[in-house]
């Protein structure tokens, strides 16, 4: 996912990482649209994987607006997501919200959201692969989601605001489903005009 991003939140993000870094994928590419494939238990942990969350990581740190990336948006159909924890901090930050353990980037493999709330809220919304489109889109406030990290130990999360905007965004495009599908008042903001 992209922000809309504050003046504090562009700074180049100093991040050690191995991994390389891919183009991000553009809606009209068909692997947007997919369903993505769970992977299995036995691959977590594996050089293949660990490549694609590495890849995942250092291309994510160089969106200095992005806060969030599923594989397909590298053109990998699995059912990954990585959350970037500097961004997180920072836009949490931004809110005054507590960033009580939050720093480094979050993995989540196979998730499901197991919780949303009734109670939905329209957020501001953009997305690395739908460049520069911005809109409105109806959010549940609440999401909690269970996943496999990538040491392929269950965790589950319970999130409000921004990480539970993302938790939505990010398992949408799990199932091909692009913020455009949802989003109203979609204006078009290039980068030159945000700053
Ligand atoms: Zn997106």
Redesign the pocket.
């Known amino acids: ?2 922000k809309i991003a504050p003046k504090e939140m562009k700074q180049e993000q100093k991040r050690k990482q191995s991994g390389e870094v891919r183009p991000i994928v553009q809606s009209g590419d068909p692997v947007l649209r997919e369903l993505a494939q769970s992977v299995s238990l036995k691959d977590i942990g594996t050089p293949r994987i660990d490549a694609v969350i590495a890849d995942m990581k250092i291309t994510l740190a160089g969106q200095k607006d992005g806060v ?3 594989a397909p ?1 590298i053109g990998v159909p699995l059912r990954i997501f990585v959350v970037s924890g500097a961004m997180l901090k920072a836009a949490l930050e931004h809110e005054k919200l507590p960033t009580d353990g939050i720093g480094a980037d979050l993995v989540f493999i196979n998730p499901t959201i197991t919780k949303l709330s009734r109670d939905k809220m329209p957020l501001d919304e953009g ?4 460049r520069w489109l911005y809109g409105k889109v109806k959010r549940s406030v609440k999401a909690t989601v269970r996943a496999y990290n990538e040491r392929g130990e269950i965790i589950e999360r319970g999130a409000s605001g921004l990480l539970a905007q993302i938790f939505q ?2 398992t949408d ?1 799990l199932e091909g489903t ?2 455009i599908d949802k989003a109203t008042q979609l204006e078009e903001i290039p980068p030159e005009k945000k700053d």
């Open positions: 996912m992209a969030a990336i599923a948006q997305c690395l692969s739908v965004h990010e495009h692009l913020f």
